[in-house]
Structure formats: C-alpha cells, structure tokens
C-alpha cells in the first residue's frame, strides 16, 4: 500500500482542490489591502501549510482559501495582517504538535522492540539440572527469534550551541561601520552649542544646565513617528503608504496631527542632546576596556570564583534602558541574562551621574521616577561596572540587539560581539536601515512583542532565542556564517 501522504493540520477540512496557482482570490467590491500585499501574505501563509502537508497543490489550495476568507472577512488592513500572522501562528503550532506526536510515535515503538538481551531474560529458561551447561546455553539461544530489523543507533547528540556561537560574531571592520567604539578614542571638548533633538533648536549647554542661573526653555515635540498615506487611486479607494507625493498626508502616530499643524503634542521644561562622537563621549565618561576595567578592579582570572564563573558564563544577552540629563544621554536601567540558562544575571535600576534629569523617555523605557539612592534593586554607575567586570571578561560573548547604543551609554569596549540587528537585518548595505527588534521577533519567534514600552528583560532575551533559534536551524547558520 502506498505510504499515507503527512498532515499536520486534520482539523482543517478538506476541500476540492480548486486552486492550481498560487494567487489571490479577487474580493469584491474592493479589498481591504492591496494586491502585492494580499499575495505576500498568501505566499507566507502557503509556506507554512507547505511545511506540513506533503501534497503542494493542497497546500496551495488552503492557502488560498484561507487567505481569500480572512480577505473577505476583514474590514482594514490592520485587522487583515493581525488576522493572518495569527493564522500563521495556529498552522506553526498544529505542525509542532504534529512532530511532537510523531516522536513519541517513534519511541514508543522503538520501545516495544525487545533486545537480545531482554528476550533473553524472559524467555530463557533455566538450565535443566539433567542437562550440562553448554546443552543448555545452545537449547536456549534455539529457541529465541531472530531479530527481523536491527534497532536505530540512538541520535547524535548536537555540538554545543556556544561553540557554533563564535562563527556569529561580527567582525571588528563590520562593527566600526555600524558605530561601534571598538578602540579607546582621543578626548574631544565639545561645544556650548547644542542641538536638541526633540525639537532641533540650538541651545547653549553651559546656559541651560547652570543650577544658579538657570534659563527657563519648553521643548515642544511630537514623541511619535511621522507617517506619510494618502488614498489610493486604485478603484475602491482604501489607504496604502507612500513617499515623495505631494498628495500624500503626514501624521504623528502619538496624536494623529498632521505635519505643521502645531510645534508637538509634549512639552519639556528643557532641550535635550545625545552626543554621537566617541570623542565627545569619551569627555562626558571615559570608556574602557572590560580587560581594563577587570584589571582596574583587580579582578584576575585565576581567582576560583572567576574559574568557576568562566566555566558557567560564557555568553549573556543585554539591554539597556536610557534617560536624557545635563550630562546627555545616560543608562537608566540595565538587564542581562545567561545564554546557557536563560536566567536573569541583572536587572536593576541605575542612578544616572547627571545632576538634572529633564526627560526620562516614560514612553520606551516605562520608567516614571528617578531612580534614588536606597530604593530597592536600585544601583549606582560604578556599581554597575563591577557587576559586568565580574560576570564577563574579554573571552565573554555579548548578545543583543543595536547594541552600539547600550555599549555606549555603558562606556565599555567588547571584542567579541553577536547583533542581531547587524547580523539579520534584511538590508545589509545600509547600516542606517536596520530591522527592528519587533520585526525581527515575529519573522524567527512568531512573537509580538513591545506592544507599548519596551521591557529591557525582554529586550535581552529575544535576540539570544533568536540567535538559538538560527544556530539550531542548520539552513539558516549556513546562511549567516557565509555572509
């Protein structure tokens, strides 16, 4: 008899098959989306019906189906593309169960195979007193069956996930494109002239900052991201994004105003300035080495606890959270986890070094009060720096996503380092266009994640599942090793 075709998905009915290409069905008398993305959807969603049925003209045929009914269904374009990556979601999670019920299939049968040597204990008897040992061993080993198949070699185990991690680091060239600090740099004085960032008004630093003669300033800014739509020409109408037309409409996503309609929907009672040079960082706060540091500190490897610690922590993930002071951009908060256990190594709290906080960046970083001095969990800057001296070392991997910016605001240089954002972005070309963390969770983790502030622990343990996940998928290593 021929072999049973797999499927994963038996609680998806059958139907005809009606569909031998894989296109769209037209919805009339307009669909909420347009056509390329109504047929990018439909590809992703045939490739996960692809993955778990092994006739591809059924697979296109559910697909196409499926993605004309929710088509049919949805009443904009935000409610089509939720509708469908959670159907992408439900097929990934009814293949998994598909696999996991293949597997233990496989050992349960397995265990009903009995060995040589079980046969042998239930079924040997034992021997007759009447008879001599040797007439007895061969009447025994007569009467056993012969086996028909001989058992599977039990499965190899996988090469450490660490040892294939350090194919993953980016090069040093590659990383001084994408601003990383990879050498300590010359100090650079900079000017009393600033420019705010929010707003973009030039402000004099010594003025604003001065604690006696203080000038009172409103920064009035739009938090948001500007958005350019305008309504589609195509028959039907609907809303579809573009650029550069002189027809199209520019909003904030934080109120929804257009473009020059007011100066900001926020105010703050100061400008605020993040400097990019690592020469002026490097007069703000010196960065270091973390060799540097660790000698600094007088923590040597060949103390038992740094032993021990090598030995458990070899990679981390990280991330941090940043707030706006007179002394520019500083770390606010900072958590990191083990990328062997996935468990928490820090996260706390850190009191920034500036002497006026103006904004604490509430609406990324969900902290709504100063850190102080004696509130629980809550540490100073130095204080950080020892933590990291004596958790990592020069040998020590470090896992995250744009992480230029939390190196930055820590101060401190890492040799070897794993980026997601530099590593899986789909734009290699330009370092400015990199994917966002959120973009990347759904493509590789299915997962939605900062659905409104950012959680610095989530932020450090997507990008190591991400990177276990691509080490653990041989196609997708091979593909990032070899770019």
């Not at 056993?144 to 599977?152: F, M």
């Not at 060799?291 to 923590?299: C, M, S, V, Y």
């Not at 021990?308 to 941090?320: L, M």
């Not at 540490?379 to 020069?394: G, I, K, N, Q, S």
């Amino acid at each position: 008899m021929p072999a049973k075709r797999r499927n994963d998905f038996d609680d998806v009915p059958a139907k005809k098959i009606k569909h031998a290409k894989l296109l769209p069905i037209p919805v009339l008398p307009y669909a909420p989306v347009r056509q390329d993305e109504r047929q990018h959807y439909l590809k992703l969603l045939h490739k996960e019906y692809a993955k778990g049925i092994d006739d591809n003209s059924i697979a296109i045929s559910r697909a196409v189906e499926e993605e004309y009914e929710i088509c049919k269904k949805s009443k904009s374009r935000m409610e089509y593309t939720n509708v469908v990556k959670k159907s992408m979601y439900k097929l990934m999670k009814a293949r998994k169960i598909g696999d996991d019920r293949r597997r233990e299939k496989a050992v349960n049968d397995q265990r009903d195979v009995p060995t040589t040597s079980t046969a042998q204990r239930k079924i040997s008897p034992s021997p007759h007193p009447s008879l001599p040992a040797s007439s007895a061993s061969s009447a025994s080993s007569a009467s056993l069956p012969a086996p028909s198949t001989p058992l599977p070699a039990p499965p190899t185990p996988p090469p450490s996930l660490y040892s294939q991690l350090s194919k993953l680091c980016v090069p040093k060239e590659l990383l001084i494109k994408h601003k990383f600090v990879m050498d300590l740099p010359e100090v650079v004085k900079p000017d009393d002239i600033e420019e705010c960032i929010r707003c973009h008004t030039k402000f004099l630093r010594s003025e604003q900052f001065d604690t006696k003669n203080h000038r009172t300033t409103v920064c009035k800014f739009h938090p948001g991201k500007m958005l350019l739509e305008t309504n589609s020409n195509i028959i039907g109408g609907g809303q579809r994004r573009v650029r550069n037309r002189e027809y199209s409409n520019r909003y904030y996503t934080c109120c929804h105003e257009l473009q020059g309609e007011s100066e900001g929907c926020k105010e703050l009672p100061s400008h605020v300035f993040k400097p990019e040079d690592p020469g002026i960082l490097h007069w703000f706060k010196r960065f270091r080495t973390i060799e540097g540091l660790r000698k600094t500190l007088d923590i040597r490897d060949d103390e038992k606890s740094q032993i021990e610690r090598k030995r458990r922590i070899r990679a981390i993930g990280i991330d941090c959270e940043m707030c706006f002071t007179n002394l520019g951009f500083e770390l606010m908060k900072v958590s990191a986890i083990d990328f062997d256990t996935m468990k928490p190594i820090l996260d706390n709290l850190v009191i920034p070094d500036g002497e006026i906080v103006v904004d604490l960046n509430s609406q990324v970083s969900g902290v709504y009060s100063v850190p102080k001095e004696g509130d629980p969990g809550t540490l100073t800057f130095d204080e950080v720096m020892v933590r990291l001296a004596e958790l990592t070392d020069r040998d020590t991997i470090v896992i995250g996503h744009g992480l230029e910016n939390d190196l930055n605001v820590l101060r401190l240089i890492y040799p070897r380092i794993v980026d997601t954002a530099v590593l899986f972005s789909e734009n290699q070309i330009d370092p400015m266009r990199k994917d966002p963390l959120k973009k990347l969770a759904w493509k590789y983790l299915s997962k939605n994640i900062q659905q409104s502030e950012h959680d610095p622990m989530e932020d450090a343990e997507i990008p190591v599942e991400i990177v276990k996940r691509v080490l653990m998928n041989a196609n997708l290593r091979k593909q990032r090793v070899s770019r």
